[in-house]
């Protein structure tokens, strides 16, 4: 079983702690170069931003996304690495519990939240035409195209690794049940958004969405045995968002086809997707790939294993 492939005595919870700094030191190290451009650009005009929206607008938008986007190339690493060499375990046993990743769950999970992000934008501009403009300009969209097919996916899966893969698996070590890891990492997940814009702009409510999306994720991680459909979800999410749409607000600032000029707020944009969209496509998934025992691999208790041969003998 996928959570149980980290469950193991020579992996005390106090090597999560320490991979954890690890991890984030490697994040800091990649945020250097974001952050002496940042600071060149800044000594150059004499103004300071105040608020982290104002930060990003600093850079050119393309070089500021892949600036951003470079430190989870470091973090990425970093998460192998500790992984390999710190807790003696294969990136494998940290994706899945299948003999090899399963690309065609990636891919039916990235393909259908494109098709429902795509919809629900262009649904949105043809309901609300004052709220969104034409944002287009061909050659810059054709380098963010490019920035964001290589680099997104690598940002959405490092944050996968790090909180449905590596925390998941660690917080398991330490209360031997499933319940505690899917609430921790959810929390966690939801809590290091507070520092985007868009809490800035429309409050804490938005840890809502953060948190309930971080649980969504968790839960279809635990009930699939895998992180390929999470792998999927997220990196649909935000590359398709990022090509799509953007806005003075919001985390990822963009040259997307569309602008949204929008005053934002905390209503139904944080209700729908928790509450009634994510619901459903849990129902979706259950039924395409046969879920069953949803107590028992939510909430159950678990064993430690020393070796994943134990866990294919089972």
Do not use: C
């Not at 430190?71 to 992984?83: C, Q």
């Not at 375990?89 to 494109?114: A, M, N, P, Y």
């Not at 635990?222 to 935000?238: K, R, S, T, V």
């Amino acid at each position: 079983m996928f959570i149980e492939q980290g469950v193991k005595k020579e992996n005390p919870f106090w090597k999560y702690i320490v991979g954890s700094i690890l991890i984030i030191l490697a994040s800091t190290i990649g945020q250097i170069p974001f952050g002496i451009a940042v600071l060149m650009k800044t000594m150059k005009s004499g103004t300071m931003p105040t608020d982290s929206a104002g930060m990003l607008r600093v850079l050119e938008s393309n070089l500021s996304l892949f600036l951003m986007m470079l430190s989870f190339v470091f973090a990425l690493l970093g998460v192998f690495i500790v992984i390999k060499y710190f807790h003696k375990q294969t990136i494998l046993e940290v994706t899945t519990s299948r003999s090899k990743v399963d690309w065609s769950r990636v891919f039916f999970s990235f393909g259908l939240w494109s098709i429902f992000t795509i919809s629900s934008v262009l649904l949105t501009y043809y309901l609300s035409p004052e709220e969104m403009i034409w944002n287009f300009k061909p050659i810059p969209f054709a380098i963010l195209v490019l920035i964001g097919v290589i680099l997104i996916p690598i940002q959405t899966s490092t944050e996968e690794y790090v909180f449905r893969g590596y925390l998941m698996q660690g917080f398991a070590n330490l209360s031997k049940n499933k319940w505690f890891p899917l609430l921790m990492t959810s929390v966690i997940f939801g809590t290091m958004h507070i520092f985007n814009p868009e809490i800035d702009k429309m409050g804490n409510i938005v840890l809502v969405y953060y948190i309930g999306t971080g649980l969504f994720l968790g839960i279809i991680t635990l009930m699939d045995e895998g992180m390929e459909l999470a792998l999927g979800f997220h990196a649909a999410n935000n590359l398709v968002t990022a090509l799509l749409v953007t806005s003075d607000w919001s985390a990822l600032q963009t040259n997307s086809i569309f602008k949204d000029i929008s005053d934002p707020s905390a209503g139904l944009e944080i209700i729908i997707p928790v509450f009634v969209i994510f619901p459903l496509l849990l129902l979706l998934f259950s039924r395409k790939y046969k879920w069953s025992d949803w107590k028992e691999k939510l909430t159950g208790a678990i064993k430690y294993k020393t070796t994943i041969n134990e866990l294919n003998n089972d």
